[in-house]
């Protein structure tokens, strides 16, 4: 069965910027309940319930009819949660390097114009969903958004860097103002990680 992840930090190590009490409740209740509704999409479905869940999402054609729309639903959720946990970090005055910053420099323009298209694209999502940083299957990168819980690895891309910007990840701190929370959550960005995401996929 599916397990909820520990957080890689504490609830309050992402403060100024996303409060203690928004982490509580983003993931010990909805991560949760993807995490829940996800096992009981799968119930009796043993050989589904034992892959991981990025391979899971890749072969989504192999879940049958009856349950593949809660798979997507609450299989998206706990990948995306399980990603976005680990692409953020303690503030920190960390920066894309490597073979990350050549790639941003030559897709974007600059580490500057890539942030401005990333937020301009979170800002775009209408209602809930994503914004995603991704790798294609050809090492390129590109930006994505996504409605709901739909997650980029069911279309055969990697995520690198992704936003939730359901309101619930930011409602309790920002209420109505996501544009706000946006460039708050640039401050925790974990760019070791997603720089490393980078290299490895």
């Known amino acids: 069965m599916f ?3 520990d957080l890689p930090y504490p609830l309050d190590a992402l403060e100024p910027y996303i409060d203690r009490a928004t982490m509580e409740i983003h993931h010990g209740k909805h991560h949760r309940a993807y995490v829940d509704n996800l096992n ?16 899971l999402l890749k072969n989504i054609a192999q879940v ?4 593949r729309q809660a798979v ?3 299989g998206g959720g706990h990948a995306n949660h399980s990603f976005f946990w680990q692409v953020m970090a303690p503030p920190q005055n960390s920066s894309p390097a490597g073979k990350l910053l050549t790639a941003l420099n030559s897709a974007f323009g600059s580490v500057d114009k890539f942030k401005e298209a990333f937020t ?3 800002m775009s999502v209408f209602g809930s969903g994503w914004a995603f940083l991704i790798k294609k299957p050809d ?4 930006l ?3 409605s709901f819980q739909n ?6 891309n990697t995520p690198i860097l992704g936003v939730d910007v359901w309101e619930h990840a930011y409602y309790l701190k920002y209420q109505n103002r996501r544009a706000d929370y946006i460039q708050a959550w640039w401050h925790v960005v974990n760019w070791q990680t997603v720089g490393d995401l980078f290299n490895s996929r």
Do not use: C, F, V, Y
């Open 144 to 146: 994505k958004r996504h």
């Open 40 to 55: 009981k999409a799968l119930a009796g479905q043993d050989a589904l319930l034992k892959m991981p869940i990025e391979e």
């Open 64 to 67: 049958p009819d009856g349950s």
């Open 72 to 74: 997507i639903n609450h």
């Open 139 to 142: 090492g390129s990168l590109a």
């Open 151 to 156: 997650s980029p690895l069911m279309h055969g």
């Open 3 to 5: 397990t909820l992840p």
């Open 120 to 122: 301009a694209r979170a």
